[in-house]
């Protein structure tokens, strides 16, 4: 059994200083990355929250379309607030897909100069 050499761990390789930091931070291609995540996380975030409201609202002042029978005993009400749920989950699986293809290359890029040193 053949003993191997653990590798380098991170707290010996050196950390890169506060204007290597700043000059990442100003760089064109983080502010492009930055950009990316906000364009698509901040409209997402405010339909969602807009979408609720609508949704608290009319659980409170549109008694007569919440109660509304849809099937059996399922009515309005218990639709829109399963959506709610329906709603969170596919927005979050949409940006975790969007984030793996899209932001988390760039990210890894932009950190691996930074840990190199380039």
Known sequence: MATETPP??????PLPSA????????SAEFGELRRSHRSFAFPLT???ISWYLLFVLLSNYADGLMGTKVAGNV???LVLGL?????????AWWYARRAAATLDPRAEAIKSRMEDGA
Not at 8 to 13: D, E, G, K, N, T
Request: hydrophobic share 55%.
């Open 75 to 77: 009515n309005m009400a």
């Open 8 to 13: 380098p761990s991170r707290a010996q390789a």
């Open 83 to 91: 959506a709610q749920f329906l709603t969170t989950f596919l927005i």
């Open 46 to 48: 405010i339909a969602f």
């Open 19 to 26: 204007e290597e930091f700043t000059a990442v931070q100003q």
